[in-house]
């Protein structure tokens, strides 16, 4: 066959890209393709920091095409269109891409398949692409995706990793097939101004430092990013004990690299899992939730939008909360931790696991405001923010997901002196309290003498916590 297009969407690398390895095996040219889809911007997905780390991703992935004789085609508009018209402009057989879960994706596969086939051409999909294991792939006997991470777990743990793939030494292109610029950050406006940077390098770098910390080396990983939000890299070889600690920030930070697919999520197991270790397993376990999130996504796509398991709430709208969200989004409810959080949000675009859990359920439990309101606003600032891992995350802390104790309610001042126990992350980011010293910072109003009066500028809690759980626990019963 003479010609094929590849089209990138969640999966914008080289290295161990099964669509683009099958295409240069099949063809004697391909063209790769991304199209800035317009659905994605009119469902309001395309926020600056999100933009602003896909055109870091395409750049480079045209860098890395060029290097190897290539280049990338970028069009924007209809997906299907656009890659239908790609394909009869370079007179392609076969479009190759990767599988994905949302409904969304779902509904473009199809279209783009029919289309396709109209023109006499095929589609091949893709999957363990973005995900270790194909969603579907690991089920329960008679029913379609496990509600249980557990079990799935176990399941998960037994299959096999397929073997990674090298990135290829030549990409032939066909001429001719116009493209427009790469997008570059520098046009836009509104990103966090500690917003990491984007692209297989970059991505490649940071794996890289963080698996060498693990190896025990008695190397440190280094600082592979260029601004706050890119900061220095932890070491999976901590990882385990050190994950829930707010101020040492010791995860991977790999979360926008994995929702972009600059890193193949098989590559990272099997880097990490070869690693062994307490460190290493208890972060494969993690990529195993990414893949249990998105099985249950791509079994119930509803469950974006709708309850995954109705509790029957009658959530406060943001409406009828208007003033405690509004305080909850900027940083201000009064509770330093959750404030220290949701600033690292805003001025990162990304905020740590044990944030994002406390922040999550002061909202959807304390508040008792709709998970959605949460997830919305959290969608329009993460870098890593992606459909599955994030309607999910949010359903489970708002008790309608997966997790076995939906009843469950965060206490933020027992959250912060157990994960910020010197209350080093709250001085970091609320800096109102970055004179008040020690574990004292999570109760302010509490503080007594001088080091009430440096507290002085802080905000006035928002809801008594005993209020807020009694108010949830009259909900739920
Ligand atoms: P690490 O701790 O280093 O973990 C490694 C990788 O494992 C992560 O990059 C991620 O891909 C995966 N992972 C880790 N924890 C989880 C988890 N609980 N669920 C699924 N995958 C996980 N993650 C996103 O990628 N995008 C989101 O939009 C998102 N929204 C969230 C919203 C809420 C309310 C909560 C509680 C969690 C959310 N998470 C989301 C999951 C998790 O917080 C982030 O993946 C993690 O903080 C990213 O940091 P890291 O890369 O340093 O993670």
Known sequence: MHTSVVLFTADLRLHDHPPLRAALDRASTVVPLFVRDRAVDAAGFAVPNRLAFLADCLRDLDAGLRERGGRLVVRSGDLVEEVCRVAAEADAGEVHMASDVSAHAHRREDRLRTAL????RGLVVHDTVTTVRAPGSVTPGGRDHFAVFTPYFRRWSEQRTRPVLDDPRRVPVPEGIGSEEPPDRRELSGLSPGLARGGEREGRARLAAWLRGGSGDGKGAGDVGDGKGAGVVGDVGEYEDRHDDLA???TSRLSPHLHFG??????VVREAGGLGGPGAEAFVRQLAWRDFHRQVLAARPAAAHEDYRTRHDRWRTERAAREEVQAWREGRTGYPVVDAAMRQLRHEGWMHNRG??????FLAKTLYVDWRVGARHFLDLLVDGDLANNQMNWQWVAGTG???RPNRVLNPVVQGRRFDPE?????????ELAEVPGAGVHEPWK?????????RGYAERVVDLAEGLERFRRARS
């Open 117 to 120: 086939e109209a023109g006499g």
């Open 248 to 250: 040492g920030d010791a």
């Open 262 to 267: 600059t890193l193949s999520p098989v590559e």
């Open 356 to 361: 994002r859990l406390l922040t999550a359920s």
């Open 402 to 404: 997966t997790d076995s």
């Open 423 to 431: 209350g080093a992350y709250v001085r970091r980011w609320v800096p």
């Open 447 to 455: 503080l007594r003498g001088a080091a009430r009066e440096a507290a």
